[in-house]
């Protein structure tokens, strides 16, 4: 059982940055892959970037590379997303998910757990 709680979101204007959290209950952390997804009000849950097991490799949705950096620390059981030069399409509620798996899936049914979600509002 893995248990996710995401922090850092808020409002930030166009251009700016923001860093998101995830913090991982758990002692089986490294046995997961981890991504964040969004969602934004009326559209699907989307793909933003994953990493695996060890951090070594990361994938990125289309858009985000160049912009967001994920990062994990197995030490301490978090992962974070740093997003730079946002974009008010970038607005959305942004979700930590976990599934057991040496690298990931970028469909969100693959994920065997998910975060409560935290907003993110980009201002133009």
């Known amino acids: 059982q893995v248990q996710l709680v995401e922090s850092g979101g808020g409002l930030v204007q166009a251009g700016g940055s923001l860093r998101l959290s995830c913090a991982a209950s758990g002692r089986t952390f490294r046995d997961y892959a981890m991504a964040w997804f969004r969602q934004a009000p009326g559209k699907e849950r989307e793909f933003v970037v994953g990493?695996?097991?060890?951090?070594?490799?990361?994938y990125y949705g289309d858009s985000m590379k160049g912009r967001f950096t994920i990062s994990r620390d197995n030490a301490k059981n978090t992962v974070s997303l740093q997003m730079n030069s946002l974009k008010p399409e970038d607005t959305a509620v942004y979700y930590c998910a976990a599934e057991r798996a040496v690298v990931g899936h970028v469909t969100p049914n693959w994920y065997d757990y998910w975060g409560q979600g935290t907003q993110v509002t980009v201002s133009s």
């Open positions: 990493i695996n097991w060890s951090g070594s490799s990361r």
